[in-house]
């Protein structure tokens, strides 16, 4: 074995031993610690320093699931983004290949965040990464603003694919709203 692998090999067995060691004198340190008797006040959940309210087994829409997923895809694409970066920033294997080494982890990278990036807009387009919006109901309320004044203001500013005429249009004097204000005042 070279001194290079041996490094690389040691540096790999201390990582792992460090972290079990951590675990192991954690979870003794825990087991002395912790107290063998319970009261009432520790028994229930525990939800935020708040007291638990209803059923811990009340429905969860499944839409979260959905977003929790393309949140842990994007946490590995970090987790895998930094490693890259090290070894394309080789001056080592750069040399070594011509700069080949550079063009080729450059364009795997590329290809990457670009398969990614492809997949977030497949999910964005088919609205996985909108909020679930309560349904609208309608109310009584007799207001004294004409119908066709909500009307005029909401196709205003609507979003784009649901505009009836343009929202660039400015206020002026000949809106509905205000000649039926005018119209009203007379």
Not at 15 to 30: E, K, R, T, V
Not at 53 to 78: A, P, R, S
Not at 100 to 127: D, K, P, Q
């Amino acid at each position: 074995m070279h001194l290079i692998e041996q490094v690389a090999f040691l540096e790999i067995v201390t990582f792992i031993a460090g972290g079990l060691l951590f675990i192991g004198i954690s979870s003794f340190m825990g087991s002395l610690l912790h107290s063998s008797s319970s009261n009432k006040e520790q028994l229930p959940t525990y939800e935020s320093g708040e007291e638990a309210v209803g059923n811990g087994w009340g429905k969860l829409n499944t839409h979260y699931y959905g977003i929790g997923l393309v949140f842990l895809l994007f946490e590995v694409e970090t987790v895998l983004l930094f490693p890259w970066a090290t070894v394309w920033a080789n001056p080592e294997l750069n040399e070594a290949t011509g700069g080949l080494w550079a063009s080729y982890t450059a364009g795997s990278g590329m290809l990457f965040i670009g398969l990614l990036a492809l997949g977030l807009a497949y999910v964005w387009r088919l609205g996985h990464l909108d909020g679930i919006q309560p349904m609208a109901t309608a109310t009584n309320f007799a207001s004294p603003v004409p119908k066709a004044c909500y009307h005029q203001v909401n196709s205003r500013y609507a979003p784009a694919h649901q505009r009836t005429y343009s929202a660039a249009q400015p206020l002026n004097h000949q809106d509905l709203c205000y000649q039926e204000k005018q119209e009203k005042e007379k």
